[in-house]
């Protein structure tokens, strides 16, 4: 199955959303304050992003077949 850019975009965003609560949930470490060094402007944008991006995925994503 060939996926866009954006699919490609969307699903790694997806993963990092995943993995960051994973690890919150084992340790309380936030992977996204970590990777981006507590920069709440910048951490709020990858959570915003994060949520879009499954969004995306829920609506558009690959596995919607195309009509």
């Known amino acids: 199955m060939k996926m866009s850019p954006i699919s490609w975009i969307a699903y790694i965003l997806v993963i990092v959303g995943g993995l960051n609560w994973g690890l919150w949930g084992l340790g309380n470490w936030n992977l996204v304050k970590i990777i ?17 991006s499954a969004l ?12």
């Open 36 to 52: 981006l060094g507590g920069v709440p402007f910048l951490e709020n944008l990858v959570y915003y992003l994060v949520g879009l």
């Open 56 to 67: 995306y995925l829920i609506f558009f994503g690959p596995h919607r077949k195309k009509a």
